[in-house]
């Protein structure tokens, strides 16, 4: 067993108990935590399995779903050249998960992003501004709610 | 352009020529276009292709691009304009001096395109004037060639109206 086998094997057995999902979906490992766990979780994976790369930090909206967020955070370990898939799940009441800051620089401009088109709160991120979108956009682009044909022009349109 | 000719016996060369000044301001003007290229997107690509050798606009007097708006006359709008930058494109145009023209060179800046959400500004007639849309995803170099010589044409037949003694 090679080791892009065997790395997502071990992560298992060490997580599957503790984990609310944990799978191999689509030859990449899945996880799903409570969003306590969040970061215990990333910290395991990042000083026990040598995940050393955060590549991105995104949501799925989930509406009528409670709770209705998914934040998804995907991992990669430049040493064994394996990914993780990490999930968590918020509610739209309350839709904040713990910052990865402390542990991954990278997550600072990721959850930026995450909290301009979903509005995930992180909380330890002290540096939310958007960073696509600009000052004084209403709403967060990437929610199912927001209409589609929605503009909010910075420059006031010609008569 | 209606040039009427006296050519002095055998030295073969023009004297003097005699025009209408709008008709030679015009014809001067029409084969001086500055570019100013705002490239944002991938139409990019047809403008460095439509640009350089094998089609080459410079045969049209449009191919010197000047990258301070103060300098150029023709603002090639190329490629997708968000909400983000349209502040900055209306600057860049209220920078440039008169006379001035605009291209919207794609369907990305002539309507927005294929985008329609929260970022992209549908159509860059909303903030500035536009004298010609060059429409295509991206356009092909003949369509903008094209387009240039229409441009060309309407800049021959307009109006130079003299403002404070200078043209």
Same mark, same amino acid.
């Given at each position: 067993?090679?080791?892009?086998?065997a790395l997502p094997q071990r992560v298992l057995a060490r997580w599957s108990s503790l984990a609310q999902e944990a799978a191999i979906a689509h030859g990449t490992l899945a996880l799903r935590v409570a969003p306590e766990r969040l970061v215990e979780l990333a910290s395991s994976l990042k000083l026990e399995f040598g995940f050393d790369l955060l590549l991105d930090v995104t949501g799925v @909206?989930?509406?009528?779903? @409670?709770?209705r967020f998914d934040v998804v955070y995907h991992f990669y370990s430049t040493r064994d050249f394996v990914r993780t898939r990490l999930k968590t799940r918020v509610p739209e009441c309350e839709p904040a998960v713990d910052s990865l800051t402390a542990l991954y620089n990278s997550a600072r401009f990721a959850e930026r992003e995450c909290h301009d088109m979903f509005g995930i709160e992180f909380r330890g991120n002290a540096d939310l501004r958007p960073i696509l979108l600009y000052e004084g956009f209403v709403g967060h682009p990437l929610r199912k709610d927001y209409p589609k044909q929605r503009e909010q022009p910075l420059v006031s349109y010609r008569k | 352009m209606s040039v009427e000719a006296r050519t002095v016996q055998n030295r073969g060369a023009f004297e003097y020529l005699t025009t209408k000044k709008d008709e030679f301001v015009g014809w001067a003007r029409k084969f001086s276009l500055f570019p100013y290229p705002f490239v944002t997107a991938c139409c990019a690509m047809e403008f460095m292709s439509v640009s350089s050798t094998l089609y080459d606009t410079d045969r049209f007097g449009a191919a010197l691009p000047r990258f301070s708006p103060r300098q150029s006359d023709l603002l090639m709008v190329v490629g997708t304009i968000t909400h983000k930058q349209a502040p900055v494109l209306r600057r860049v145009y209220e920078q440039m001096c008169e006379p001035k023209w605009v291209i919207a060179?794609?369907?990305c800046a002539t309507s927005g395109g294929f985008y329609q959400n929260y970022a992209t500004l549908q159509g860059i007639d909303r903030i500035i004037p536009v004298d010609l849309y060059i429409p295509g995803c991206p356009p092909r170099p003949e369509m903008v060639i094209d387009g240039i010589?229409?441009?060309?044409?309407r800049i021959a037949h307009d109006s130079h109206p003299i403002i404070q003694g200078t043209f």
């Open positions: 067993m090679n080791v892009a086998e @909206d989930w509406p009528g779903r @409670d709770p | 060179f794609g369907v010589m229409k441009l060309q044409d």
